[in-house]
């Protein structure tokens, strides 16, 4: 029996899944981690890098790295997402021959899912080596908002990295899948997915015969995680400016590192009630002497920083339950997924808006590959009868 890969290719981090035995598994990468960052990077010598080991390299090599390339696949070059990656990102984005979007590593163009495939392959691998036996087939989860575009385009990328992609499913229902895998609930649950990248919102009815049933779905392609590190970024080069009159973003090695700082210091807040950002030899001035950044930020900033993007997220909640024709109090479990709702400040918002303690029995890093390996054990396995 061939077995199916479950894969969460996130715009942080990207994670695969796999049932063995009638058990939904994480398998860890060669580090140990069950997730991979979704970063792929190409050396001087023009060796190609996937995961930590090109996160680890990123300070030094920012031109050459590329992140977030989730937000720019199955998009248009002269949509205003693509503008925003343009003028932030430390790695370069061109315009290709269809209007579609290029990136440009070692003087040499790539496509975004032939980027992505990058990443997939190195999923591929890690399940490979774990099953000590090749893999082709994978379900691969996707942004409930993504369009028709997006989703050919994340399915092409599966095609790259020698995939057969049996099936792209929402990340949202394969939450779902695995939050009710096994359990035999009858329920009305909200799935929050607050990611690196995206934001989506679903309500599902579960029903005891393994039948989940989508009621209504929402969100936004272009907000996540990346949006209140940028806004951290913002900050730390706004309070850098007023000193020493210069603009950090002007230097790609600066930004990589305060891209760096940014998103441990917006980590770190989440258990801490204020951290330091401290980045010495940061860039030097025109008289030659080395400036260093030393920022305090406590949890309190941060969460003026990130307000409107979580009452964003919270606007889409309230339209989705409009749609589907539900009070707050037809809902009987939320469901969080993705990294950003570690935040507090997040826990706090869904709580108050759903007048509900959300549901912490599912991993926010790992429910969506688990979901996604048990769509495919089910697509392949005939006493399966899940719908």
Same mark, same amino acid.
């Given at each position: ?8 290719? &996130? ?16 398998? =860890? ?42 937000? /720019? ?18 790695? +370069? ?22 980027? $992505? ?14 099953? @000590?036996? @090749? ?36 990340? =949202?229902?394969?939450?779902?899948? $695995?939050?009710?895998? &096994? ?9 929050? *997915? ?13 029903? $005891? ?13 272009? /907000?996540? @995680?990346?949006?209140? *590190?940028? +806004? ?6 706004? @309070? ?14 600066? /930004? ?36 260093? /950044? ?13 307000? *409107? ?28 997924? &993705? ?5 507090? +400040? ?11 303690? =959300?549901?912490?029995?599912?991993? =926010?890093?790992? $429910? ?20």
């Amino acid at each position: 029996m061939e077995k199916v890969i479950g894969i969460d290719l &996130g715009t942080t981090n990207s994670c695969v899944a796999i049932v063995e035995n009638g058990v939904p598994t994480v398998i =860890p990468n060669r580090g140990g981690y069950k997730t991979t960052p979704s970063m792929v990077a190409v050396t001087e010598a023009g060796k190609r890098l996937v995961g930590h080991i090109a996160k680890r390299q990123a300070i030094t090599n920012a031109e050459n790295t590329v992140y977030a390339a989730k937000r /720019l696949i199955g998009r248009k070059w002269n949509s205003p997402q693509v503008k925003n990656a343009v003028a932030t990102s430390s790695y +370069r984005i061109v315009e290709g021959p269809h209007a579609d979007v290029r990136i440009v590593l070692r003087e040499k163009e790539y496509g975004v899912p032939e980027i $992505s495939a990058m990443v997939l392959q190195e999923m591929k691998v890690i399940a490979e080596d774990y099953l @000590g036996e @090749g893999v082709t087939k994978a379900v691969i989860t996707v942004p409930a908002y993504f369009n028709d575009n997006q989703r050919q385009a994340t399915k092409d990328a599966g095609e790259i990295a020698g995939l057969d992609v049996i099936r792209i499913i929402n990340e =949202p229902t394969s939450a779902a899948l $695995s939050y009710g895998f &096994g359990k035999n609930v009858e329920k009305t649950i909200a799935v929050y *997915d607050f990611g690196g990248g995206t934001f989506d919102i679903s309500i599902l009815e579960i029903g $005891s015969s393994a039948v989940f049933k989508v009621i209504a779905t929402a969100g936004d392609t272009f /907000l996540g @995680g990346e949006d209140v *590190d940028a +806004r951290i970024i913002d900050w730390l080069v706004q @309070g850098f400016k007023e000193e020493h009159a210069i603009d950090l973003r002007q230097d790609r090695m600066a /930004l990589q590192r305060l891209k760096d700082a940014a998103e441990k210091a917006k980590c770190e807040l989440s258990s801490v009630r204020e951290t330091e950002v401290n980045l010495p030899f940061i860039i030097s001035s025109g008289r030659n002497e080395a400036l260093h /950044l030393q920022r305090t930020i406590d949890r309190k900033t941060l969460e003026e920083l990130s307000a *409107d993007l979580i009452e964003r997220t919270i606007d889409i909640c309230k339209q989705t339950l409009a749609d589907a024709h539900l009070e707050k109090e037809d809902i009987e479990e939320v469901v969080l997924v &993705g990294g950003m709702t570690r935040m507090p +400040r997040i826990q706090q918002a869904v709580a108050d808006f759903f007048e509900r303690e =959300p549901c912490k029995g599912v991993h =926010p890093d790992e $429910s969506v590959a688990l979901g996604a390996g048990i769509q495919g054990s089910a697509l392949t396995d005939d006493k399966q009868e899940m719908v």
